[in-house]
């Protein structure tokens, strides 16, 4: 099991990296990156650190592009990335490379990577939650995601809670909410080029090379409940596969599936 105490002040987090990658998103985009401004706030007011952000429009055909663009003009901390990279995972990689081109290598451990999806909503005290985690030790931790009642069907959301534990979900893999100190995710490789499953590729990378990996529930984000996401599988897939149940009436998930880590009505944002 890894232990970590404290890190030392060298380690603390100095700087973090927000990276959203967005295809044909612009539903959803604007809102998204709304609430990742409000956390950006948030963690100015309560940490001594720098905050940027890095939108990576990913092969849209819709105008995410430019409201990538337009938010980053009105706020100097955003910058947006136009790839045609065809995935989640490149598309961060992508972001985050980019957004860590110049930083000494002296001060990769200081900086902290925090992910999410342009179709995800995150609370005011996300960053601020994600750092306090990281100063106690984490190289990575893992947040919490639930589906957007908004445009999930009710039955299938019903069936959802029922299925998922509200006081597990910690050790479950999304990458709409997850961060990782910069040095830790650079000697691992990155995301690798995987259409799906790259983030929990990269984590079990992490905990292979003895990086202290943390879930928690207390980093929650809202996620959309559609099924038809912009992958063949992802989150929407997992709803998808959830339909049988339906008819099945059926109550438990297999131990491998992922778990909710409860309902925290603070953290769903309003449409703006």
């Avoid at 961060?179 to 079990?204: C, M, N, S, T």
Wanted: charged share 25%; glycine share 10%; proline share 7%.
């Amino acid at each position: 099991m890894n232990t970590r105490s404290t890190p030392p002040p060298s380690a603390r987090i100095s700087h973090v990296l927000v990276v959203v990658p967005a295809r044909d998103e612009e539903e959803r985009l604007g809102t998204c990156l709304h609430h990742v401004q409000l956390a950006m706030d948030q963690l100015a007011f309560h940490h001594s650190v720098t905050v940027r952000l890095s939108v990576v429009v990913d092969s849209s055909t819709d105008g995410s592009l430019c409201i990538a663009q337009e938010v980053s003009k009105r706020d100097p901390r955003i910058c947006s990335l136009n790839v045609k990279v065809g995935s989640p995972g490149r598309a961060r990689d992508a972001g985050i490379r980019a957004g860590l081109d110049g930083v000494p290598a002296s001060e990769l451990a200081g900086v902290l990577v925090a992910c999410t999806d342009g179709d995800t909503f995150v609370p005011a005290d996300w960053l601020v939650s994600l750092v306090n985690v990281a100063n106690e030790g984490a190289d990575a931790i893992l947040g919490t995601v639930e589906p957007d009642p908004r445009d999930t069907d009710p039955d299938l959301a019903k069936l959802w809670h029922e299925r998922h534990d509200p006081l597990d979900g910690t050790e479950h893999i999304y990458g709409a909410n997850m961060a990782f100190r910069a040095d830790a995710y650079l000697q691992a490789g990155g995301f690798p080029a995987y259409d799906i499953g790259e983030d929990a590729a990269l984590i079990r990378t992490l905990r292979d090379a003895g990086k202290l990996v943390v879930g928690s529930t207390a980093v929650h984000a809202v996620t959309s409940g559609r099924l038809q996401g912009r992958t063949a599988g992802g989150f929407a897939g997992y709803l998808r596969d959830l339909q049988p149940g339906l008819r099945r009436g059926e109550r438990r998930l297999p131990a491998h599936d992922m778990a909710y880590p409860g309902s925290y009505p603070s953290a769903l944002p309003r449409r703006q």
